[in-house]
């Protein structure tokens, strides 16, 4: 598996387990245990998850006394949307195009009923 920032990410967000856990966390932090009671998993497996995020640079864990809150850190969401900010250009073009194409079709004179 590549260690490169962007590749961890897309990584983390391939599974739809730890994208609902991020949504989770954009609504402030929480601890493990809440982040947990949606799924039907174990604790250790919600943590497995958790591990791949924290890796990734998607969320920070910390410690209060007992208390083990997790944040969400949307620094690398940023970069995968940069990133595909390239290829919104491209599709935005390619349909630019595509548009045209059909303009003229319609606007090609019909013969026989047929266009």
Request: charge should be negative; charged fraction near 25%.
């Given at each position: 598996m590549s260690s490169d920032p962007l590749s961890l990410t897309l990584s983390a967000l391939a599974d739809p387990t730890r994208r609902?856990?991020?949504a989770r966390?954009?609504?402030?932090e929480t601890s493990v245990t809440e982040l947990a009671q949606p799924f039907a998993m174990?604790?250790?497996?919600?943590s497995k998850h958790l591990k791949v995020l924290e890796r990734a640079?998607?969320?920070?864990?910390?410690?209060e006394a007992q208390w083990r809150p997790c944040r969400l850190d949307?620094?690398?969401?940023?970069?995968?949307?940069?990133?595909?900010?390239?290829?919104?250009?491209?599709w935005d073009q390619s349909l630019g195009r595509l548009e045209e194409v059909l303009?003229?079709?319609q606007a090609a004179p019909v013969?026989?009923?047929q266009p």
């Open positions: 609902a856990i991020l966390l954009s609504l402030g174990s604790l250790p497996a919600v640079g998607l969320i920070t864990r910390g410690r949307p620094g690398p969401l940023r970069e995968v949307s940069e990133w595909l900010e390239h290829y919104s250009r491209f303009r003229e079709i013969e026989d009923g």
